[in-house]
């Protein structure tokens, strides 16, 4: 099973402006200063390799889109994507390419809510005009076909829902079910967030688990309940989670906000024994510095935390892959 | 979870030790509260969670600190941490605990 991150941020999608890329190239102009490179190639392997992250790369600025990559793709298993944020423009195209190489066109889509940064990349989503196209669209809301023909009406969008050329069915999935959907078994759980969202737990034949939790808050009096989700999040090989407030902004300024920590996240990860957890929904006002101090923070709240086997803190970025 | 609770200068001092976790979380959480309504009672009207016998705690043990600062705000108490040991300072920068509640290295400074 293959994870690929094409949109990690949560509300808005953001981008860096020019003096942030300036601040990046002077750092990495003092990291360097003294050395001399023979070729491009030698100064990219500097880049890659000694610079930090939040120095030679970003985190991205796409709303949340991950695409699950199970079964075998090159005999037919379709795409498995959750979330259709601005990510999904990048995977559309990338996935056009992938067809053009004999993927098949069928696409299972897994909406964990239908907010906007959450379905905005759907209009533009190409294979949506693939008349060879189908695309289905599973939900815990029976809301989510309102939803997008919504953003597509024309106040908001040129191009009508109608309009779209691929064959697009919805289909309404419920808690407690084990579905069987292209190569893996799908389960949901219901969260506490504005209008309600979904987690979902990805299950394929050779029993590799992924676990999508985003917009979800964990509420303070409501602790009791969160052995579900341990259960949900239960040995897990990746738990992809919210982790966009710090938990002191999740419990005052930002209570009711709909959102969780890495703080309990990683305390949920650890009761359900997960293996991985990748940080995800990041804050838009936040840097790459900010992010990648959140991230070390978080490595190191799991390290003084640790009761059982160590818990692999990832922190998710546009580009990501993983592998499990 | 081991919990004892003094008055010193008319504030309440309490006193848990050991860790709290999933399992103790519950036990903090009913501590605490009697500590804040004892609290409430005594002439400083402030409670001061000593933390000095704590090893650690996770997000339910700071979490049900917010449940009784909430709690203290409402009693007119005022509520301060006092003398962490390295990992719960460390736990408390990262959760920004330490922008919520007022932390101090000793009993009385936190007075
Ligand atoms: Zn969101
Ligand atoms: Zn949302």
């Known amino acids: ?324 | 979870m081991q919990w004892s609770s003094t008055e010193q200068q008319g504030c309440v001092v309490a006193s848990p030790d050991g860790r709290v976790d999933e399992a103790t979380a519950e036990a903090f959480t009913e501590h605490l509260a009697a500590s804040v309504t004892m609290a409430a009672d005594s002439p400083g009207k402030k409670l001061i969670v000593d933390f000095a016998g704590l090893d650690y705690m996770s997000s339910r043990g700071l979490r049900a600190l917010t449940l009784a600062k909430r709690q203290a705000d409402a009693a007119g108490v005022a509520m301060a941490l006092a003398r962490p040991n390295e990992v719960m300072r460390e736990i408390l920068a990262i959760s920004r605990y330490d922008k919520l509640f007022a932390v101090t290295d000793s009993i009385e400074a936190a007075i």
Not at chain 1, 118 to 129: L, Q, R, S, Y
Request: net charge negative; proline share 3%; charged share 25%.
């Open chain 1, 1 to 324: 099973m293959l994870v690929r991150f094409w949109g990690t941020r949560g509300s808005l999608p953001v981008a860096a402006t020019a003096s942030i890329v300036q601040d990046k190239v002077a750092h990495a102009l003092l990291a360097a200063s003294g050395r001399s490179f023979a070729d491009i190639e030698e100064a990219r392997s500097f880049a890659r390799n000694e610079l930090d992250f939040a120095t030679s790369g970003t985190f991205g600025g796409a709303t949340t889109c991950v695409e699950i990559e199970a079964g075998d793709p090159a005999n037919g298993d379709p795409y498995i994507i959750c979330d259709m944020g601005s990510g999904l423009r990048g995977f559309g195209l990338d996935a056009m390419r992938r067809c053009g190489q004999g993927h098949a066109r069928v696409y299972h889509f897994f909406m964990s809510h239908l907010h906007w940064d959450h379905i905005m990349g759907f209009p533009f989503f190409v294979p949506a005009f693939d008349p060879n196209a189908h695309i289905i669209i599973h939900a815990g809301h029976e809301d989510a076909e309102e939803a997008l023909r919504r953003q597509q009406e024309e106040i908001s969008f040129p191009v009508k829902f109608d309009w779209l050329r691929a064959k697009i069915e919805f289909r309404t999935l419920k808690v407690g079910e084990t579905y069987q959907i292209g190569a893996v078994q799908v389960e949901l759980m219901e969260q506490h967030h504005s209008h309600s969202s979904f987690g979902y737990r990805f299950t394929d034949a050779e029993g590799k688990v992924v676990v999508f939790s985003t917009d979800s808050e964990h509420k303070m009096d409501r602790m009791e309940g969160e052995a579900d989700v341990e259960q949900f999040f239960g040995n897990a090989d990746l738990v992809i989670c919210d982790t966009m407030y710090s938990l002191a902004d999740s419990v005052s300024m930002k209570e009711d906000w709909g959102h969780s920590s890495n703080i309990v996240a990683i305390d949920l990860c650890h009761g359900g024994r997960a293996k991985r957890l990748a940080l995800f929904h990041h804050e838009p006002v936040y840097s790459d510095a900010d992010i990648a101090r959140m991230h070390a923070e978080s490595v190191r709240y799991e390290e003084l935390t640790r009761e059982h086997d160590p818990l692999e803190v990832l922190c998710a970025y546009d580009g990501l892959e993983v592998s499990l």
